[in-house]
């Protein structure tokens, strides 16, 4: 079964840019969709953004010009850039598989706290 | 895209049947069959219990089963446990290629 390990700042300072990598396990990167999620304290889930293994991505309209994701096969893992971070921004960060067709968001990391303060 | 609709709680009695509504739109929920619920205990990550409306992945309880109409999906659980006890979240492909969760409900015993 698939295994997915998040890693990065757990704090962050107001303006700067997160980054944030999550190191997949236990099976290929190749031929599936991989996704970020988040989740500000004491609320809901907010998804981020996907890509696919070949590069193409798909961002939430309303964090496209601040979010980037990439990934590297030949590491198996891939990553997120969140820019102009604020306390807004402070939340659980999740990576998570999406599957062949990204219909479905299957398999989820343990999540990261990133905490947005100076 | 606006979160997805759900109650903000439901609660039931153990054994009982309860169900969560999850309503978007035509874009969403109402576009597709690809509405997937989400079963998440405090400081846990989230676990897929239905996919395409519903459709149970491996090693989940028939005790928990999907359906929609329209605009508006549900999840429905019976036989109501102690570990049933927890926040669940509808999620959706929408018609952009996106996805959008729900507003999440939290389940608990009367």
């Known amino acids: 079964q698939v295994q997915l390990q998040e890693s990065g700042p757990g704090l962050v300072k107001p303006s700067e840019t997160l980054s944030l990598t999550c190191a997949v396990s236990a099976a290929s990167i190749g031929g599936f969709y991989w996704s970020w999620i988040r989740q500000p304290p004491g609320k809901g889930l907010e998804w981020i953004a996907y890509i696919s293994s070949r590069g193409s991505t798909t961002y939430n309209p309303s964090l496209k010009s601040r979010v980037t994701m990439s990934i590297d096969t030949s590491k198996n893992q891939f990553s997120l850039n969140l820019g102009s971070m604020t306390a807004a921004d402070t939340a659980v960060y999740y990576c998570a598989r999406c599957g062949e067709d990204c219909y479905t968001i299957d398999f989820w990391g343990q999540g990261t706290q990133v905490t947005v303060s100076s | 895209q606006s979160a997805l609709t759900q109650p903000a709680s439901v609660s039931g009695s153990p054994g009982q049947s309860i169900t969560i509504s999850c309503t978007g739109t035509s874009s969403d929920v109402g576009g597709h069959n690809f509405v997937s619920w989400y079963q998440q205990y405090p400081d846990k990550a989230p676990k897929l219990m239905i996919y395409?409306?519903?459709n149970r992945p491996s090693g989940v309880s028939d005790r928990f089963s999907g359906s929609k109409s329209g605009n508006t999906a549900s999840l429905t659980i019976s036989g109501l446990q102690s570990e049933d006890e927890a926040d669940y979240y509808c999620?959706?492909?929408?018609?952009?290629?996106?996805?959008?969760f729900g507003s999440g409900t939290k389940v608990t015993f009367l």
């Open positions: 395409d409306v519903s």
């Open positions: 999620s959706s492909f929408t018609t952009s290629r996106t996805h959008v």
